[in-house]
Protein backbone atom coordinates (compact mmCIF):
# COMPACT_ATOMS: atom_id res chain seq x y z
CA UNK A 1 0.00 0.00 0.00
CA UNK A 2 2.71 2.50 1.16
CA UNK A 3 4.91 1.27 -2.17
CA UNK A 4 1.68 2.48 -4.16
CA UNK A 5 1.31 5.60 -2.82
CA UNK A 6 4.84 6.53 -3.08
CA UNK A 7 5.48 5.35 -6.48
CA UNK A 8 7.32 7.73 -9.15
CA UNK A 9 4.54 8.25 -10.78
CA UNK A 10 2.59 10.14 -7.74
CA UNK A 11 5.72 12.08 -6.68
CA UNK A 12 6.14 13.58 -10.44
CA UNK A 13 2.04 14.42 -10.35
CA UNK A 14 2.10 15.74 -6.81
CA UNK A 15 5.78 18.00 -8.06
CA UNK A 16 3.35 18.83 -11.19
CA UNK A 17 0.67 19.51 -8.83
CA UNK A 18 2.80 21.61 -6.85
CA UNK A 19 4.44 23.63 -9.37
CA UNK A 20 1.28 24.54 -11.07
CA UNK A 21 -0.66 25.60 -7.39
CA UNK A 22 2.16 27.65 -6.89
CA UNK A 23 2.03 29.50 -10.46
CA UNK A 24 -1.75 29.48 -10.41
CA UNK A 25 -1.44 30.91 -7.15
CA UNK A 26 0.93 33.58 -7.81
CA UNK A 27 -1.71 34.61 -10.82
CA UNK A 28 -4.20 34.99 -8.78
CA UNK A 29 -2.76 37.13 -6.66
CA UNK A 30 -2.22 39.61 -9.62
CA UNK A 31 -5.06 39.35 -11.15
CA UNK A 32 -7.17 40.20 -7.72
CA UNK A 33 -4.79 41.31 -5.23
CA UNK A 34 -2.90 43.35 -6.86
CA UNK A 35 -5.09 45.04 -9.62
CA UNK A 36 -2.66 43.39 -12.66
CA UNK A 37 -5.37 44.15 -15.25
CA UNK A 38 -5.98 47.57 -14.53
CA UNK A 39 -2.44 48.40 -14.21
CA UNK A 40 -1.05 46.41 -17.49
CA UNK A 41 -1.50 47.10 -21.08
CA UNK A 42 -4.24 44.82 -22.90
CA UNK A 43 -1.63 41.77 -24.20
CA UNK A 44 -0.05 41.52 -21.64
CA UNK A 45 -3.46 41.08 -19.22
CA UNK A 46 -4.35 38.74 -22.14
CA UNK A 47 -1.36 36.65 -21.38
CA UNK A 48 -1.48 37.22 -17.87
CA UNK A 49 -5.13 35.54 -17.96
CA UNK A 50 -3.99 32.47 -20.43
CA UNK A 51 -1.37 31.50 -18.01
CA UNK A 52 -3.99 31.68 -15.55
CA UNK A 53 -6.93 29.10 -17.32
CA UNK A 54 -3.58 26.83 -18.30
CA UNK A 55 -2.36 26.50 -15.08
CA UNK A 56 -5.46 25.92 -14.16
CA UNK A 57 -6.29 23.09 -16.44
CA UNK A 58 -2.97 21.90 -15.75
CA UNK A 59 -3.55 21.72 -11.62
CA UNK A 60 -6.84 19.76 -12.62
CA UNK A 61 -5.51 17.44 -14.98
CA UNK A 62 -2.48 16.64 -12.74
CA UNK A 63 -4.47 16.10 -9.85
CA UNK A 64 -6.43 13.55 -12.13
CA UNK A 65 -2.77 12.02 -12.48
CA UNK A 66 -2.10 11.58 -9.47
CA UNK A 67 -5.23 9.78 -8.13
CA UNK A 68 -5.16 7.70 -11.40
CA UNK A 69 -1.28 6.85 -10.52
CA UNK A 70 -1.10 6.06 -14.36
CA UNK A 71 1.62 6.65 -16.28
CA UNK A 72 -0.62 6.86 -19.71
CA UNK A 73 -2.31 10.09 -18.36
CA UNK A 74 0.99 12.17 -17.43
CA UNK A 75 0.86 13.40 -21.16
CA UNK A 76 -1.67 15.97 -20.88
CA UNK A 77 -0.57 17.24 -17.49
CA UNK A 78 3.25 17.26 -19.07
CA UNK A 79 2.37 19.49 -21.94
CA UNK A 80 -0.01 22.07 -20.33
CA UNK A 81 2.93 22.38 -17.48
CA UNK A 82 5.56 22.93 -20.05
CA UNK A 83 3.17 25.29 -21.84
CA UNK A 84 2.66 27.13 -18.37
CA UNK A 85 6.07 27.01 -18.07
CA UNK A 86 7.19 28.80 -21.13
CA UNK A 87 4.32 31.42 -21.06
CA UNK A 88 4.99 32.21 -17.20
CA UNK A 89 8.83 32.78 -18.44
CA UNK A 90 7.62 34.83 -21.82
CA UNK A 91 5.66 37.16 -19.18
CA UNK A 92 8.71 37.19 -16.82
CA UNK A 93 10.70 38.31 -19.97
CA UNK A 94 7.96 41.31 -20.50
CA UNK A 95 8.30 41.96 -16.86
CA UNK A 96 12.34 42.00 -16.74
CA UNK A 97 12.62 44.17 -20.34
CA UNK A 98 9.81 46.46 -18.76
CA UNK A 99 11.67 47.30 -15.84
CA UNK A 100 15.07 47.95 -17.53
CA UNK A 101 16.81 49.84 -21.03
CA UNK A 102 15.26 51.88 -23.40
CA UNK A 103 11.98 49.81 -22.74
CA UNK A 104 10.72 51.44 -19.19
CA UNK A 105 7.13 50.35 -18.38
CA UNK A 106 6.31 49.64 -22.04
CA UNK A 107 4.22 46.93 -20.59
CA UNK A 108 1.96 48.88 -17.99
CA UNK A 109 -0.30 51.39 -19.01
CA UNK A 110 0.71 54.79 -19.50
CA UNK A 111 -1.50 56.29 -16.89
CA UNK A 112 0.10 53.83 -14.53
CA UNK A 113 3.67 54.68 -14.85
CA UNK A 114 3.91 57.18 -12.56
CA UNK A 115 2.56 55.11 -9.95
CA UNK A 116 4.70 51.53 -10.54
CA UNK A 117 7.49 50.91 -8.55
CA UNK A 118 9.94 48.37 -8.77
CA UNK A 119 11.42 46.03 -6.34
CA UNK A 120 14.59 44.61 -7.85
CA UNK A 121 14.66 41.86 -5.29
CA UNK A 122 11.48 40.44 -7.81
CA UNK A 123 13.01 41.11 -10.58
CA UNK A 124 15.86 39.06 -10.00
CA UNK A 125 14.11 36.18 -8.55
CA UNK A 126 11.14 35.72 -11.19
CA UNK A 127 14.07 35.68 -14.00
CA UNK A 128 16.03 33.24 -12.02
CA UNK A 129 12.85 30.90 -11.21
CA UNK A 130 11.54 31.45 -15.01
CA UNK A 131 15.29 30.53 -16.69
CA UNK A 132 15.29 27.73 -14.50
CA UNK A 133 11.90 26.33 -15.41
CA UNK A 134 12.81 26.26 -18.60
CA UNK A 135 15.62 24.60 -18.20
CA UNK A 136 13.35 21.70 -16.23
CA UNK A 137 10.81 21.70 -19.48
CA UNK A 138 13.98 20.51 -21.35
CA UNK A 139 15.79 18.35 -19.28
CA UNK A 140 12.34 16.49 -18.82
CA UNK A 141 11.74 16.73 -22.03
CA UNK A 142 14.90 14.87 -23.27
CA UNK A 143 14.81 12.19 -20.55
CA UNK A 144 11.28 11.50 -22.01
CA UNK A 145 12.22 11.56 -25.37
CA UNK A 146 15.20 8.97 -23.98
CA UNK A 147 12.92 6.56 -22.21
CA UNK A 148 10.19 6.63 -25.51
CA UNK A 149 13.47 5.38 -27.85
CA UNK A 150 14.68 2.64 -25.14
CA UNK A 151 11.48 1.40 -25.23
CA UNK A 152 10.89 1.28 -28.98
CA UNK A 153 14.47 -0.81 -29.32
CA UNK A 154 13.41 -2.92 -26.16
CA UNK A 155 9.71 -3.62 -28.04
CA UNK A 156 12.28 -4.35 -31.76
CA UNK A 157 13.87 -6.73 -29.77
Not at 35 to 58: G, P, Q, T
Not at 101 to 115: M, S, T, Y
Request: net charge positive.
Amino acid sequence: MIIKILSKQRIYAFLLSLGASILLFRTVQMLFFENALNILVLWVSVLLIAECLIDFACLVSSIRWLISNDELKASIPLRLGATTTILHAIRVLIYVLGRTGPWINFDVKPEQRALYITNWFWVYFAAILSILGVVGVIVIWKLRQRTKKQNILSKNV
